[in-house]
Each structure stands twice: as C-alpha cells, then as structure tokens.
C-alpha cells in the first residue's frame, strides 16, 4: 500500500528512485488516483493517461526553478501527487481542500494556473521570453492534450514561437480524446503519424535500443532514423513549419524512454515539440471502456467504474431534448458544441439530426462567427456553450452576432456557480458580459419547462439571443406537452404584495418566495416577481411595484458588479423613481471550489443575507402595514 509514494515529499525525492522503482510508484499513483477519486471525482481519465509522463518530467526537470505549464491543468492531479500534496490529496475539489486545477497560490511547483484550454504554449512562451529577457536558465516545459491543438490560441502561439526564443519544451499529450473523441483536421494528422506503420516500427526499435543501450546515443540514433523515415513520408513536417523540431511519436507510458528523451530535450537550442502517445484511463478497465465517462466524473464505485444512475432530467437534458423537438419541425434548426457534446448534452441531439450536429472543437471564438455565417444563411443556430468558456468569444458576439443582428441562440450551461471546479468554471459574468451588447435579449428560466418555453421563444425571435441556465437538475418541473413562446420582455408575478417587492432570478426564485414567507411572518406584505428577462427588462411590471413598494430586493446567482440588479437600478435611474434596493448577488471577487449551498451561505447569497440587509428597513415598512391596514 502505497509504500514510495509516502516517500516523495518532493520531486527531489523522484531523483533518488531507480527505474523499476519509478515503475512501481506509477503503479502506486494509478492505484491512489482510482481510490481517491472514486470519493471525491475528479478527472480520472485523463490523469491515468500522464502518470509515466509526468514521473518522467519531475525526474528530469527540478520545479520550482524550471517551469510547468499545463494546458487546462485538469491532468495535474499526478503533479500535485509529487510536489507535497500527497497527504491533501483525498480534499480534492473539496471547499478547503485541493483545487482541481494548477493554482498559483496553492504551491510553488504551480507556474501557470488555468481551467480553460489553449492557453499552454502562449503562457510557456512568455516564461521563455521572460527567462530569456531576463538571462535565466531555467527549463519551460508546456504539456498539451491533442484537443488543445484544436484551439485558435494554441496555434496563434505556435505562430510566434519561431524567432521568439531558442529553448521551450512542448509534450503534446496525445490519446485521440478531447472529452469526447477529439475532432477536426488536426485531430486526423495527428491520427496518422500515430497510425503509420514505419513510424510505429522504428518506435517500437527505439524502445527496444534505449532499454538495451540506454543513453542519448540511443536517442540520437533514434532520432536519425526518424527523421529519414519523415523526410520519406511528410516533407514538410507540419511543427517544423512552426520552427518547433518535432520528436516522436513516442510511447507516453515507457519511463525510460521518456527520460532518455527529455534529458536529449533539455539540451536542445532550438523550440522543440515531442508527440506522446499515451492511453486515456490507462489502468483501469471502466475507464478504458468508456473514455467520455471517466474524462471528469462524480464518486464512482472503485471496483466497477459504475455512478449512481441518472434521475430527474438535468437542465442540460432539457435543453438538448427540447432542441430535437425544435429540429424535428424546423429543419433549419442548427446545434452546436465547442467539445462539450457531453456536457451540454448535445450528444442527446446528434443522433436526431446528425447532418445538424456540429461539435467543432475547442474553438468558441469560431463556434460563434461559424453560426452567425449559418444565420446569414437563413439558418437558426443554438450555440451551446458554458457560460465560463462563452468568455472566449465575446468580440464575435458583438461584432459578428449583435451588430449584425443575426438570430443565433446563445444557450449557457452552467450559467452560476460550477461548484467543484471552482473560479476557472463560475459562470458568474455572463449577464454582465452581454448587457451591454445591443440587440441581444437574454432570459433565465426559472424551472425546467420554462427553460422550454425560452428555447422556443428563442427559435422565434429574429434577432441574437441568450438563455443561461445553471449545472445539473432544477426543481423538477413538469413538461408541458409543447413548450410556448414567452411575450419577449415580460416577467411573471408569482405573488402579489404591497410593501416589498422581491425579483428572484432563474435558480434563486424560491429564495424569493421563501424571502416573501419569512417578510409575511413579521407582518409585511411581499410581491415576487419571476424577472425571466434580464434584456429587455419587465419595465411595466418594475415601475408598477417601485411606485408602491417601500424596498425592492434582488436575488442573482451572478456577480452584482453589471448584473440583474444593477440593470433594475439603472430602469429605476431612467424611470425616475427612487426606491431603495437590497441586491442579492456574487460579491467582486473569484469565489473559490466547493459546494454550491455552502459557498452561497459563506458569500451571503441567502434569505437571511436577505433579511439581514433588509433589517434597517424593517420598522418603516412596519409602520407602512400598521397605516395601510388602519385605512
Ligand atoms: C475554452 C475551453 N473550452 C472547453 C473546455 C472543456 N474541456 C476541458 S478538458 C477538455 C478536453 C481536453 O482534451 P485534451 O486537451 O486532449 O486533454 P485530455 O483530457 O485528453 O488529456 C475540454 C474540451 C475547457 N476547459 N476550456
């Protein structure tokens, strides 16, 4: 049991271990990772798949001095494993415990921190330029997934690597899979040097010369060979191109070889690239079995890979389903992902229509301007897009969607807290990143069926549009046999009242109501306003309450700072009423991992927050009861 990795209190501690003990200790991560996890979950898959690799890494390179820039950082698990976060390691994703990703602030052997993809090579490149400018000599080594290589940023990086800097490391991590199969062009080229038979053989020689000769002399000797078997079959290697000398490709799980290579890499005076063939899930069977699963997945049992089953439909379900419905009688009805056919539950979609699916990689930037192309064309495209990662594309929602008036459909998963996954994966910002935009409407749905309704009134609409709606399952909602379209602007009065009228956005509705119950016990008369608008707001409904109500309250699951209530304060500001409001909301900072109704109550997104600022107006509205009911 877990006998040397006890030991590593530090990648020091990795030096002093001998190949075959390496080889155990990789053995002893899977089986920690496996164990652990299937507590907490976490992103299995993809950190079975970098055991060898990053062993190899800690063995060579020495963090803190030389660098690691991992992209998306999801595959940092093992890292965190060798650099002093063993006996935390169980805390994982937990609020207090370890961060699912690479922090800045949570250790020193954490260069760059990140949670979105593409942003490796930009961010090595820097530190190499900065070593450079600076007079360093310290090792920047990036490690990117082949679905990293799907992304607009990675390439904009690769564009500047030539000339920029003489030394970076880059290990692209290739197993096929971005969460779901990997896509695209790039994910082909990439398929077909793993695939080709004389780079194969010539690899498996390699393997079979460094385990017997050992030494850079063998990689050299590889080397060469390689290099003469790619002269024959791709003249123009495509790295090369980019100024990167391309190593490989090379088995990701053969700790020797990977050694061997890195310490050749290390001495190299030209940017270099080394493809790595690696096995997502390696290790474990269930996981080897269904890739997409274990890419990041809840508790599971450690024995048989299996989850809890699936209960009530998740807003993601709703959404995909209702959008088959859309396309069944609108055939100009478009779905697209950018990578998270999981996620957004679009792979509920694909098989319906799957000449109307497109999944086109970790590119949100050029989901966005590819729909708006679609929409020139008198097509209908929902973009299905986290709300976090939305943030990639904000120009093209403004210069190509918004001024262009096009009728694409902006659907936000996971628009409020992520939970787990912590700052990199809030969808906290969304309404205060499309308010200003003209043109686009933006609505938030309260339940499941009104999530319905939204999608079809979307469908409708001629002009952009957004839906957020938040992670995983809502109250439960019935459907209603055809979802209906909502009047664009209006908002729904759940409850009449008089002294306070509360505004519970989307998810925090019941709050509202339950803030209205609490208000009644003291006395005081509540209305609740189900807003469903953020863009264009329910004016009519908003000056009808601010002129009778002595406090509005607001409650949003999104920064204040330009959200919903900031919006009704700038409707009162044009409608000229003075009214005071109690905003509910995310306060101006990065809210760290954790459970959503334990981060709401430490940040004070509750009833009683509610209560607690609504207490300085309590006696006044009081007293307001004691005159109305007097009359
Ligand atoms: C901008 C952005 N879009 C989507 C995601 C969701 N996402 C997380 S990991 C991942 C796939 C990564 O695949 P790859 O880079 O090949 O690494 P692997 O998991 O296969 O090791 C995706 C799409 C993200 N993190 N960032």
Redesign the pocket.
């Known amino acids: 049991m877990s006998h040397l990795l006890g030991t590593i209190q530090s990648p020091a501690d990795i030096k002093k271990l001998s190949i075959p003990e390496l080889e155990v200790l990789a053995q002893e991560i899977r089986e920690r990772l496996i164990l652990s996890l299937s507590k907490t979950g976490g992103h299995l898959g ?1 950190n079975l ?1 970098v055991v060898e690799l990053t062993l190899a890494m800690h063995y060579v390179f020495s963090t803190p001095k030389d660098k690691f820039v991992f ?2 950082s ?2 940092a698990y093992v890292h965190k494993l060798l650099t002093g976060r063993e006996d935390r390691f169980s805390t994982i994703r937990q609020e207090g415990g370890l961060n699912g990703f690479m922090l800045r602030t949570e250790s020193e052997h954490d260069a760059y921190g990140a ?4 942003t490796a090579l930009s961010a090595a490149l820097g530190m190499a330029v900065a070593r450079d400018l600076s007079g360093g000599n310290e090792h920047i080594v990036a490690l ?5 290589f799907t992304n607009g940023i990675s390439f904009e990086a690769l564009n500047n690597i030539d000339g920029a800097t003489k030394r970076l490391i880059v290990v692209l ?1 290739d ?1 096929e ?3 779901d199969r ?1 896509v695209g062009s790039i994910a082909k080229y990439l398929h077909k040097i793993v695939t080709n038979h004389r780079v194969a053989s010539l690899h498996d020689s390699a393997t079979r010369l460094v385990g017997k000769i050992g030494g850079q002399a063998a990689v050299k000797a590889v080397r060469r060979a390689e290099e003469a078997a790619k002269g024959m079959l791709w003249p123009s290697m495509f790295f090369e191109e980019f100024g990167l000398v391309y190593y490989g490709p090379l088995d990701g799980h053969n700790i020797p070889l990977l050694i061997e290579t890195f310490e050749f890499l290390k001495q190299q005076e030209r940017p270099v690239i080394l493809h790595a063939i690696t096995q ?1 899930g390696r290790g474990f069977q269930p996981a080897l079995d269904k890739q997409k699963k274990f ?1 990041g997945l809840g508790p599971y049992n450690p024995e048989t890979g299996d989850t809890h089953p699936a209960g009530q439909q998740t807003y993601s379900e709703v959404f995909a389903n209702t959008l088959v419905k859309l396309a069944d009688r609108d055939e100009k009805v478009i779905a697209i992902t ?3 056919p999981n996620g957004t539950a679009l792979d509920l979609f694909r098989p319906h229509h799957p000449t109307r699916y497109f999944d086109v990689g ?1 590119a ?1 930037e050029h989901a966005v301007i590819f729909a708006a192309g679609l929409a020139t064309q008198g097509f209908k495209p929902f973009c299905a897009i986290y709300s976090t ?1 939305l943030q ?1 594309a904000f120009d093209p929602i403004v210069h190509d969607v918004c001024l262009q008036n096009l009728p694409v459909v902006f659907c936000m998963d996971r628009g409020s807290l992520s939970g787990d996954d912590g700052a990199t994966h809030h969808g906290l910002f969304d309404i205060s990143y499309l308010r200003p935009i003209p043109n686009i409407i933006h609505m938030v749905p309260s339940n499941e069926d009104e999530l319905a309704d939204m999608l079809y009134t979307a469908s409708l609409h001629p002009g952009p549009s957004a839906i957020r709606y938040p992670r995983g399952v809502g109250p439960g909602a019935p459907l209603k046999a055809e979802p209906q379209a909502i009047p664009i602007g209006a908002a729904q009065v759940i409850q009449d009242g008089e002294d306070v009228a509360i505004f519970g956005l989307g998810a925090l509705l019941p709050m509202a109501v339950s803030l209205a119950a609490r208000l009644a016990d003291e006395g005081i008369s509540a209305a609740v306003i189900n807003p469903r608008f953020v863009k264009p707001l329910d004016t009519r409904v908003l000056q009808r309450y601010a002129e009778r109500a002595g406090v509005i309250v607001t409650f949003e699951d999104h920064v204040l700072a330009g959200g919903f209530g900031s919006a009704l304060l700038e409707a009162l500001e044009q409608l000229k009423l003075q009214v005071p409001v109690v905003r509910i909301g995310w306060p101006d900072g990065f809210v760290e991992h954790g459970k959503v109704d334990s981060l709401r109550a430490r940040y004070g997104v509750t009833v009683d927050a509610a209560l607690d600022k609504l207490s300085t107006y309590l006696p006044a509205l009081k007293r307001r009861r004691l005159h109305a009911v007097a009359r």
Do not use: L
């Open positions: 993809p798949g992209d998306v999801h595959q949670g979105h993809a593409g990117a997934g082949d679905a990293a991590n197993n899979w971005s969460i990997n997502k890419h950018a990578a998270m970790i949100e990662f990639r």
